[in-house]
């Protein structure tokens, strides 16, 4: 009958993988703990994302809507005869806004923080103010800090501020909290509400910016990210809805109108990139700023018609020498700005990325190490079960890098496969630990006798020309001692053969109890047995044997409940190679021995047979 896959040695199997299971997960947990295992694991993993995450943005398209006006190099090398050193003042943005309002754009968002007045240039400073209060669609940026003069710290208009309602217990903004507002130019704030916050965190195992936040805390209410403010407000005119609040449902997602982005337990989003570098379309500030000189003289514009018209127009700094410049899964340099206007993409298609919980990654990799441990256990031929190992975690990298471009779900992957080959390797040592217990116990069947316990006498036989070979080589001896039990046929028909069994499983283990490790005793068949004793004389054979007869006469044999008796044996005595040469002339001794002690009456060792008459009764 076939054996099924649930059957007692498999069970067995499973056991051992659980029981490994929960050893690798402690030693995980334990290693984190005291030799700060995690963050090794974290930072790989966060490698692992960058790459599945620069391969997929290679297929995603970016909103078309979305451009950015670049303060590039270049642009400070043009303006620089016409506006001097950078900082520029500030009319200057003032121009690109009016030339920017004139094209028709949905948005204009500077990335920029206009913090102090500009002395000598404080009109200009004021024009901008003026300008950007002008219009409902332009945004610029603020940003928080922390400084222990926290009772200095500025109130902030409540306009600035927006209402969250935060269900989930697991989002905390306690590292978005801040205690001091950076200013920018008063007649700003009280020009306009459009102003976002620009505060940006790296991941802090090795400073790459993977996620943006949301919401920033200070004095106990909150202000959004500048891409936040400027998306919702885009969703609010464009979808024509009305929200007075944000809400962070209890799964862990920012609701904007029907989009749903998972934030992490710091509320912050990570981020879904784009292309590779310079995703979106860049126009230099310079082309822009002279296009708005262009307009005024009534000369032809650097910059296509209607290019502008309804698209969200970001402001930023992209000048290496300006230093707003981030290290990214995509790039080591990638412009602030660009950061920013990726956010404001994602929030726009609804789609950040969702990191999977712990506790789900955790039972990804039990899942896995099981397939792995059936795997090594149920194939034989280590190269397969190994080829199959193999396939399976690449599947899975597959799969976690579909599942990353297709559903935006971030599994982990170095876990997973750490956990993967601790289980192999776990898994292939019990198996040949399994194994070699199983060749055991299959050579124990092979070289034990069942009733007894005691070697049978087949591995008598090859343990016994091992002796004879080991005393030609060294030059030494050993004995042999052939055993009967007296009168057996009696407990057998007295007492029936289960009583007879009896005698002969006591017998056995009375004799093993009775020689030293380095002998043998074996059943040579029926009632007989037999004793290799290694490096003894016939004198000291002699005197084991007497030793071991007195032990089985003067203790009584207990049957069964209620039932004792007396057993006794004969033995007979063989020294090789003085008695015999050959394991057929010792038998023959040592058993002509054992009749002697029969004929003598028993219950004793058999004086030494002539060797003479053995080689008679041989010849005959």
Known sequence: ?????????????????????????????????????????????????????????????HNPDIVIVSIDDNSLEVLQDELGRW??????????????????????????????????????????????????????????DYRDNAELAPDL???????????????DF??????????????????TDKIGIINFRRDPIDKISRRAPTFFKYKDDYYPYLAFKVGADYIKRHEKINFDKFLISENEELVISDRKLPLDSTGSMIINWYGGDRTYDYIPFWKVYKSAQN????????????????KIVWVGVTAVSLYDIKSTPLSSVYPGVEVQ??????????????????????IISVLLGFIIALAVIKIREPVISSLICIAIALSYIFLASYLLEHYLTWIGIIGQVAFMLITFTAMYIIKYVLKSKDFEYTYKLAT?????????????????????????????????????????KKFNDTYGHQAGDEVLRQVGQRLKRSIKPADLVARYGGEEMVLILADADTENASIIANRICKIMSDNRFK??????????????????????KTSTELIEFADKGLYNAKENGRNQLGPLPDISEITKTGQK
């Open 448 to 488: 034990t006798d069942g009733l007894t316990d005691l070697y049978n006498h087949r591995y008598f036989q090859e343990k016994l020309k091992e002796h004879m070979k080991k005393a030609d080589k060294n030059g030494t001896r050993f004995s042999l001692v052939l055993i009967d039990i007296d009168f057996f």
């Open 174 to 191: 306690t590292g978005f909290t801040y205690t001091y507002a950076r200013l920018i130019l008063d007649e700003i704030i009280q020009a």
């Open 87 to 144: 900082p520029w003042s500030r009319d200057v943005y003032a121009k690109a806004i009016e030339y920017l309002e004139t094209q028709n754009v949905d948005s204009v968002a500077f990335d920029l923080m206009f913090i102090g007045n500009q002395k000598g240039f404080e009109h200009k400073d004021m024009e901008l103010a003026a300008t950007i209060g002008k219009y409902d669609n332009v945004y610029t940026s603020m940003n928080f």
């Open 295 to 310: 307009l005024k003289k009534g000369e032809l514009s650097l910059i296509p018609e209607d290019y502008f018209k309804d």
């Open 1 to 61: 009958m076939l054996k099924t896959i649930w059957d007692k040695k498999t069970t067995r199997q499973i056991a051992y993988f659980l029981l490994t299971a929960l050893a690798i997960i402690f030693l995980w947990f334990t290693a984190q703990k005291i030799f700060n295992f995690g963050h090794l694991l974290e930072a790989y993993e966060l490698k692992t994302f960058d790459l599945r995450a620069t391969m997929a943005a290679k297929n995603r398209q």
């Open 341 to 362: 206007a990726t956010v404001l993409n994602n929030i726009l298609d609804g789609k950040a990325i969702k990191r999977v919980s712990k506790s789900t990654d955790l």
């Open 157 to 171: 208009p409540y306009k600035l501020k927006v209402n969250v309602e935060n269900n989930s217990e697991k989002v």
């Open 559 to 580: 049957l069964a409940e209620g039932l004792e008796v007396d057993v006794t044996i004969s033995l007979g005595v063989a020294t090789y190679p003085i008695h015999g």
